[in-house]
C-alpha cells in the first residue's frame, strides 16, 4: 500500500537525494513563495495555511483509488502527521536557540527500551491554544455542525497510560470504523515527503502544527458527508496525541 502511495505523493518529484534545494526551486514555485512572502505583510500565517491545503491536495491524490479515498485513514493519517509537527516544532525550536534538541520536551524511558516524549510545549502545541491542532480541528467540526466533541482528556489519559504497552498509538474507534493501518506507520512513511513541504510554505517551525490543522480543516469539511464530525475528530485526535509522543528514529 505505502509502495503505491509514496509513489502517488512524489509524482514527477525526483528521489530524496536529488530533489532540488529550496534555492533551486523551478520559476512558477519561486513565483509563489514571493507572493506569499509579501502577504506575509498583512496575513502572518498565509504561508502555513496554503501550505496546509497542499498537503490535504497531496494526501488526496496519494490515497484515492478506484472506489475513492478511504476517509478513516485519510484523517488517521493526518491526525498522525499533526501529532508530530508538535514535537517537530520544539525540536527545531530547540536546535536554532543552540539547544539540545529535546530541550523543551520530557523524556521518559520505558522498559521495552523506547522513549516518548511529554510536557507542558507539547501539550499547547497539540491541544492548548486556539491555533493548536485540537483548537483548529474542533473548530471546524464545530462549523461543520458538530455538537458534541470528543472527551479529549480522555485520550490524553488513555494514551499517558498505555505508553509501554502493545495498545499504546492504536485508534479506538467507534463500532464499525476502521483505518487501513496504524497511525505510527503512516507517520513513518509520509513525514519525510510531507514535513519539507511544511518547511518551504512555512516561515517559522512555530507555524508546522497550524499548518497540518489547517490540512486536517480541509478533511473534515470534505468528509462532512461521509461520517459525523465527532467520530471524524475522535479518530484524529486517537492519532494525534500519540504520534505526538514517539521517538520517530527509533520507531
Known amino acids: ?60 491524490r496519494g490515497m484515492k483509488d478506484e472506489r475513492g479515498v478511504h476517509v478513516e485513514s485519510l484523517l488517521c493519517a493526518l491526525g ?23 530541550a523543551a520536551l520530557i523524556t521518559v524511558g520505558v522498559a521495552n527500551g523506547k522513549s516518548y516524549f511529554f510536557g507542558d510545549p507539547l501539550n ?38 498505555t505508553v509501554g504497552t502493545d495498545s499504546f498509538g492504536i485508534p479506538r474507534l467507534p463500532e464499525g470504523r476502521v483505518t487501513s493501518d496504524k497511525p505510527i506507520n503512516y507517520l513513518k512513511a509520509l513525514w519525510p515527503d510531507l514535513f519539507p513541504v511544511a518547511k518551504m510554505f512555512c516561515k517559522q517551525p512555530t507555524e508546522w502544527p497550524f499548518l497540518f490543522g489547517v490540512a486536517i480543516q480541509e478533511a473534515l469539511d470534505a468528509a462532512r458527508e461521509a461520517l459525523p464530525q465527532d467520530v471524524a475528530l475522535t479518530i484524529i485526535m486517537e492519532s494525534a496525541i500519540p504520534m505526538s509522543k514517539v521517538d520517530l528514529e527509533a520507531a
Open 1 to 60: 500500500m505505502f509502495k503505491s502511495l509514496l509513489s502517488k505523493l512524489a509524482g514527477s518529484q525526483q528521489p530524496q537525494k536529488d530533489r532540488p534545494s529550496e534555492q533551486q526551486l523551478d520559476a512558477a514555485t519561486e513565483a509563489l513563495m514571493r507572493a506569499i512572502e509579501e502577504k506575509r505583510k498583512t496575513d502572518p500565517l498565509i504561508g502555513a495555511k496554503l501550505g496546509g491545503k497542499e498537503v490535504f491536495q497531496r494526501l488526496l
Open 80 to 102: 498522525a502527521l499533526a501529532g508530530y509537527s508538535c514535537q517537530a516544532n520544539l525540536r527545531a525550536q530547540a536546535i536554532a536557540k543552540g539547544l539540545p534538541e529535546t
Open 124 to 161: 499547547q502545541a497539540l491541544a492548548e491554544s486556539q491555533y493548536s491542532v485540537w483548537g483548529l480541528a474542533a473548530g471546524a467540526a464545530q462549523h461543520n455542525g458538530c455538537k458534541t466533541l470528543p472527551d479529549i482528556n480522555s485520550i490524553f489519559a488513555h494514551v499517558t497510560g
